[in-house]
């Protein structure tokens, strides 16, 4: 049986400014600190459903700092 | 103000006060883009380039080594080197004063504002309806816009409201008058500074639970703040956090003016509202910053010399066609919008979250109470001068 593709998001602190617009798009899958730097929810897999939030997510970062991946399931990266 | 020598070539001689940039900027960055040499230059203002495609604008945003926040605003004379920390700061200084400030602007902070702020556009809209019944003209800019900001700001400091009044005052010397009058800039300025010593010295006595006394409490590492820091960033805030949006949430109101289709769909689909907000910040970003060369640099061929300003233009990147497909056309239901309308880099607007709280709710109560509006055009309506950009005449016709 094959291992199936799950979408991973992955967010670089030491590029986030805190635009905190991640939040406010999938607000599932993005946690705040105090200081408003982001910080991606548990591993960053992106529950089923989720997908769209966390492509829009990623595409109106305005510093690039959130990429996105897609990851064999069970796979640490 | 004195004669304005005309513009003769938008890439060599750009004035960014000129009546025709005021009016209607856009061609004109669209042209500078378009050219050989997307970063245009004037001898005006003692020598300032104009950056036009995002990404030229984002590696200056990127590169504080070469490009200083000494001098955020481009003026004819600099009578006084105001500090206003972090605006002002380059490293190594910006970080504690910018994350000293961080914690009293994130969203959990900002939406506890949102009630507050929801109920003072209803008293204004209430004054505003009350005034079109009796046959008054109204104003979206002058009657609406330029009072939320200045109510919100003189909330969180725990100052009565009608400080608000006191605030536009200020703000109309350092930004309006005093772009051309350097003494209305030194007059505004020490109003201003003077009030706040009032207001720091009350708080340092007396500290409660707002924004100043949260300043004067608060530490980074090891750093703690004095009095004179304290008072430079109140200062910021008004300065910074003030005319940027009211200008923003005025483009945005004079947008569903003169778009009938887009305010009729945002009525109908309030859930584009989110999308429409950032739309505008997009589309008619009020805020252009400056920087000050440092060293003779070069930027993408571009040679760049030491000592001359740079208009940071966040509103010209946001129209880059390289960067935002339709880049020319508003959008309302846009998803992929990674506009730079606060900024980029380290000096990203430390009042976004505010700023898109007071936007959001300001074009919220207004469509929901005055959703049929127009531009009225038997009244004058007028664009502000300098490098915060809005909406200062509003004039509208309220119902169908």
Redesign the interface.
């Known amino acids: 049986m094959g291992t199936s593709i799950v979408l991973k998001i992955a967010l670089d602190r030491e590029l986030c400014?805190?635009?905190?617009r991640c939040?406010?798009i999938a607000p599932e899958l993005f946690e705040?600190d105090?200081?408003?730097i982001a910080s991606v929810v548990g591993d960053g897999t992106v529950p089923a459903g989720q997908e769209e939030q966390a492509r829009?997510a990623v595409?109106?970062?305005?510093?690039?700092a959130i990429s996105i991946n897609e990851v064999p399931e069970g796979e640490k990266r | 103000m004195s004669a304005r020598p005309p513009v003769t070539d938008w890439l060599t001689d750009f004035d960014h006060q000129s009546p025709q940039w005021i009016a209607d900027p856009f061609p004109i960055w669209d042209k500078i883009r378009a050219s050989a040499c997307p970063i245009a230059h004037t001898d005006r203002y003692q020598g300032v380039y104009l950056p036009t495609r995002y990404q030229d604008v984002r590696d200056i945003a990127y590169d504080p080594e070469h490009f200083s926040s000494r001098r955020v605003v481009i003026r004819e004379e600099y009578p006084l080197d105001a500090k206003a920390p972090p605006i002002t700061s380059d490293p190594p200084e910006h970080r504690p004063a910018r994350m000293v400030l961080l914690p009293a602007f994130t969203p959990k902070v900002i939406d506890k504002l949102e009630g507050h702020t929801r109920a003072l556009c209803d008293e204004l809209i209430d004054s505003i309806l009350a005034r079109h019944a009796a046959g008054e003209p109204i104003d979206a800019a002058v009657d609406y816009a330029q009072h939320i900001p200045v109510r919100v700001i003189a909330h969180m400091m725990g100052l009565p409201s009608d400080t608000g009044d006191l605030f536009r005052e200020w703000i109309h010397l350092t930004l309006v008058a005093g772009i051309t009058d350097p003494q209305a800039l030194v007059r505004g300025f020490s109003e201003m500074t003077h009030y706040l010593k009032d207001v720091v010295a009350e708080r340092r006595a007396n500290p409660g639970e707002d924004l100043v006394s949260y300043l004067l409490q608060a530490k980074f590492d090891d750093h703690e703040f004095d009095d004179e820091h304290v008072i430079g960033t109140l200062r910021l805030l008004l300065i910074a956090g003030i005319d940027t949006t009211w200008s923003g949430l005025g483009s945005s109101l004079w947008h569903l003016a003169t778009h009938a289709d887009d305010r009729r769909r945002l009525v109908a689909q309030p859930d584009l509202m989110p999308t429409a907000i950032e739309e505008f910040l997009r589309a008619y970003s009020p805020v252009t910053m400056a920087r000050v060369i440092k060293e003779d640099t070069e930027l993408n061929g571009c040679p760049m010399k030491a000592g001359h300003g740079v208009l940071l233009s966040f509103p010209a990147a946001n129209r880059d066609p390289e960067m935002f497909p339709d880049a020319d056309k508003v959008l309302i239901d846009r998803k992929e919008n990674r506009h730079a309308a606060f900024g980029l880099g380290i000096h990203r607007c430390i009042g976004s979250n505010l700023a898109r709280m007071e936007m959001t709710v300001g074009v919220e109560q207004w469509l929901r109470r005055i959703p049929e509006f127009t531009l009225d055009k038997d009244r004058p309506m007028t664009w502000s001068i300098g490098t915060v950009r809005g909406p200062r005449l509003l004039p509208v016709r309220i119902g169908a």
């Open positions: 400014q805190g635009h905190n939040k406010r705040l105090d200081y408003g829009l595409a109106n970062c305005p510093e690039f």
